[in-house]
């Protein structure tokens, strides 16, 4: 098992470009998160998508920040007009096709990471 | 929504003392607990976690216990070696469908095991 896959794993942007983060949940799951982690913070919820639906986004900021998760291929989370802000370490995690208490729920398995930089 | 406090931020600690860090949280109706272990340039991988039915669980070195009443709950690491020297994050999350995966993370604790 591959685990949690995303690429790239390292992204420099300048001011103004897009960055485009993807992520291969665990085989099997059908359930993803992306978590964004300032320098010296902890992870922060940005949004739970499954197949080509998008759960919870309230983690999102308002603008320039999209997620999919396309019936076919990885998950993508698309920041566009990057700014200096946007700098951070962006985790994707993945859990099994489960809803509630039981084993397995909320048990999340995250990925190493995509480090954005934006000059 | 929920808020978690970790402490202390940084831990040093002899190799073979033990290690504890406290987490505190605010929402009553967070019920799953669980506990990551980041090393440099890597992402957070689980080490431990409870749910609220329980008050301590146990995995060779490393314990966890929950106080639901005072709202807290602890990371103990016993016979601490240099290979646990990594960031350790705790988490709490209530466990129900509309939060699932949501969870709410501490800042957390630099420890550091010198030989």
């Known amino acids: 098992n591959a685990g949690v896959m995303q690429n790239p794993r390292h992204l420099v942007r300048r001011r103004g470009q897009e960055a485009r983060l993807r992520c291969s949940p665990m085989k099997g799951h059908s359930h993803v998160y992306w978590y964004r982690q300032l320098p010296e913070e902890g992870l922060k919820f940005m949004v739970y998508?499954?197949?080509?639906?998008?759960?919870?986004e309230s983690g999102m900021p308002k603008e320039r920040f999209s997620a999919e998760f396309p019936k076919e291929g990885p998950s993508i989370l698309r920041i566009q007009q990057v700014v200096r802000g946007d700098s951070a370490a962006y985790f994707c995690?993945?859990?099994?096709?489960?809803?509630?208490?039981?084993?397995?729920?909320?048990?999340?398995?995250f990925g190493a990471g995509s480090r954005l930089t934006v000059l | 929504g929920e808020n978690v406090e970790q402490h202390p931020s940084t831990l040093s600690v002899q190799e073979g003392d033990s290690a504890v860090i406290k987490c505190t949280y605010s929402?009553?109706?967070?019920?799953?607990f669980p506990w990551y272990k980041q090393e440099l340039g890597k992402g957070p991988q689980l080490i431990i976690d409870i749910r609220s039915n329980v008050g301590e669980k146990k995995d060779q070195r490393i314990a966890v216990t929950l106080n639901k009443t005072a709202k807290h709950f602890s990371l103990h690491i016993t016979e601490t070696q240099p290979e646990d020297s990594a960031v350790y994050f705790c988490a709490a999350t209530p466990d129900r469908g509309s939060t699932l995966g949501r969870l709410y993370f501490g800042r957390g604790t630099q420890l550091t095991v010198w030989p």
């Open positions: 929402d009553s109706a967070s019920n799953y």
């Open positions: 995690a993945s859990s099994p096709n489960v809803l509630g208490q039981g084993a397995g729920a909320n048990v999340l398995t």
């Open positions: 998508l499954q197949k080509e639906n998008i759960i919870d």
